[in-house]
Each structure stands twice: as C-alpha cells, then as structure tokens.
C-alpha cells in the first residue's frame, strides 16, 4: 500500500507558475511508476504526467508538453509537477497517482493505476 499526500495548489492568473508536489509513504517508493492526472468539472480524468522509478523515462500528454516537467526526488520520496504558462483550461483537481507493475509507458489509463492521492485543485483564471 502506497499513501500519497499532494500540495501546492491555488489560484493563479494565465501565465503563470505553480509547483506541485506529492509525498509517497508506504511500500519502498524508489520502485514504483508515478504519474499525475486531473480532473476538469463535467469531465472524465485524463492524464498529464509519468515518470519511471529511475526518473530517466518521462511521459506527457501532448496539451502540456514544453509547459510541465515531471521530477522526482527518490530520497525525499517526493514527485513534482512544475506548470508553467498555465492557462484557463488547465484548470481541475490534480492528483498524483503511483503503480509498482505499470510502465510509464502505460500509465495514461487511469484504471490501470493502483493507488491515488486525493487531488488538489489548480485554478488559472483569464
């Protein structure tokens, strides 16, 4: 079992910058796939970004490629997602999302994921 806790959502005008990161507890986390999804209102969940347990395969979809980098920090069992230029429709709860089986590869099936934070909502306004 995997617990994960996100942080750094807000309120932010287009443009602009925010910082999210997740803190994994639980099974050893250096061996698990971590990704990030969101969920806009009225719409299904869709997913931004993976990374592998080594931090040297990344995956993204292609909305918020050249704005969003994945990280990770495997000593402080911490992975981050850094917006830049967000805009209005990057706007839903994010939620960090963690699988020890699945590669980044296939991470962008929310069923396939295993364990979920419970989200923190990014809001950009226009």
């Excluded at 999804?37 to 990344?58: D, H, M, T």
């Excluded at 429709?89 to 590669?103: H, K, N, P, R, S």
């Amino acid at each position: 079992q995997v617990q994960l806790v996100e942080s750094g959502g807000g309120l932010v005008q287009a443009g602009g910058s925010l910082r999210l990161s997740c803190a994994a507890s639980g099974r050893p986390y250096s061996r698990t796939t971590m990704g990030w999804f969101r969920q806009a209102p009225r719409k299904e969940r869709e997913f931004v970004a993976a990374i592998s347990w080594s931090g040297g395969n990344l995956n993204y979809a292609d909305s918020v490629k050249g704005r969003f980098t994945i990280s990770r920090d495997i000593a402080e069992n911490t992975v981050f997602l850094q917006m830049n230029s967000l805009k209005p429709e990057d706007t839903a709860v994010y939620y960090c999302a963690a699988d020890a089986t699945v590669l980044v590869s296939n991470f962008r099936t929310a069923s396939n994921i295993d364990w979920w934070g419970n989200g923190t909502l990014v809001t950009v306004s226009s």
